[in-house]
């Protein structure tokens, strides 16, 4: 009994999208025996489940911020019962996590479930592909999977990608041709693997998000997964390396639109959105002949073109109609104490005389 017969419907349906794709790269003039049709299938499957996983991606993204956001919550709840390891507190602290993923839509295993689906689809490509070679020699339990038939194996198996082909392992091949090959591939899967995480993880969480236990979970895979999948990549067929590599690099492509135009609130690339947003809206202004002004003084301009002169409030002009004063007053003459003075002696000597 087959353990993974479960695959078999999944393996079909794989079947038949590589070659309902190679069926239209040779109508677009490519080779319809081995050749590049065949490698192009991969990447076409890759485009075709992936496109199929794009409202998960969403769920997915969803869910991650949501984790993202709650993670203040969830450290508060983990410092209350913190030492507390008695069954009452633990149930407590169960009870009032679920109640958190509760409240704000959110749980840790939905931010997984499109790698998890991908699963069943990357291990039914796996045994298609190891399939080839005993289909081709009619030596396999089965006769054809799907439309892959005998004749059909034999050319998808003589398919090379730089002189290996897309049946060859590294740990069972000879050419040294193909385990070069491979060890590229491995290189270029486990590298797209770090740059997706890292993409998702330093660039798009808030500062609150990258504390704590479950932060520190994360930094630990960002550097686990792609050594897992170096040493695991010496048992994947060519074909499988060229399907997860260009699964990553859709995903890269995919989380940058994401993180670019819809970031989490409170991260890197939330600041970003905002500075483009208003140079943008910068440059509309200028466009129109606006006039932007940011948190600069008002000044206003001078009248005419020139220089306003300051003016000294103390020095006033007398005026003729203030404080008036007699004929006699007004026309004095500059030295008029002096001619006051001799008025009086003359005075003074004309009353002596009236006494003699």
């Known amino acids: 009994m087959d353990f993974f017969a479960f695959l078999y419907p999944i393996e079909w349906v794989v079947a038949w999208i590589m070659y309902g794709s190679h069926t239209l790269f040779t109508m677009l003039g490519l080779a319809s025996g081995p050749g590049t049709a065949w490698v192009l299938s991969i990447v076409a499957l890759v485009i075709v489940i992936r496109i199929a996983l794009i409202p998960l991606f969403f769920r997915q ?3 991650s911020r949501g984790m993202q956001m709650i993670q203040p919550e969830l450290q508060a709840v983990q ?3 913190k030492g507390k390891t008695d069954p009452a507190s633990r149930e407590a602290m169960t009870r009032e996590t679920m109640e958190l993923y509760r409240k704000h839509g959110t749980n840790p295993f939905a931010s997984c479930m499109p790698l998890l689906l991908q699963s069943p689809i990357f291990f039914a490509l796996f045994r298609v592909l190891n399939s080839l070679e005993p289909i081709s020699n009619g030596t396999h ?30 740990l069972t091949t000879d050419s040294w041709v193909s385990r070069a090959v491979v060890i590229a591939l491995i290189v270029a899967m486990s590298a797209t693997t770090f740059l997706t995480q890292r993409q998702l993880t330093m660039k798009n969480m808030p500062p609150s998000a990258l504390e704590g236990p479950m932060a520190q979970t994360q930094k630990m895979m960002l550097y686990l997964l792609p050594v897992v999948f170096a040493i695991s990549g010496v048992n994947f067929p060519v074909g499988v390396l060229i399907y997860w590599t260009v699964t990553n690099l859709w995903s890269m ?5 994401t993180i670019k135009r819809m970031p989490t609130p409170g991260s890197l690339a939330e600041k970003q959105l905002k500075e483009r947003q208003a140079r943008k809206a910068a440059e509309k202004a200028a466009a129109r002949g606006e006039v932007v002004v940011v948190d600069a ?3 206003e301009a001078p009248r005419g073109g020139q220089r306003v002169q300051p003016k000294r409030k103390s020095r006033q002009k007398p005026s003729s109609q203030v404080n008036p004063r007699p004929a006699t007053a007004q026309s004095a003459p500059a030295g008029g104490d002096e001619a006051d003075r001799a008025t009086g002696e003359a005075d003074d000597d004309t009353s002596k005389q009236k006494k003699k």
């Open 79 to 81: 410092k209350k019962y």
């Open 141 to 170: 339990s089965r006769d054809a999977i799907g439309p892959i038939t005998q004749n059909v194996a034999g050319d998808i198996e003589s398919s090379t990608l730089f002189g290996a082909q897309l049946s060859d392992v590294f």
């Open 253 to 257: 492509g995919q989380q940058y639109y």
């Open 297 to 299: 003084p008002e000044v």
């Open 61 to 63: 993204i969803k869910a």
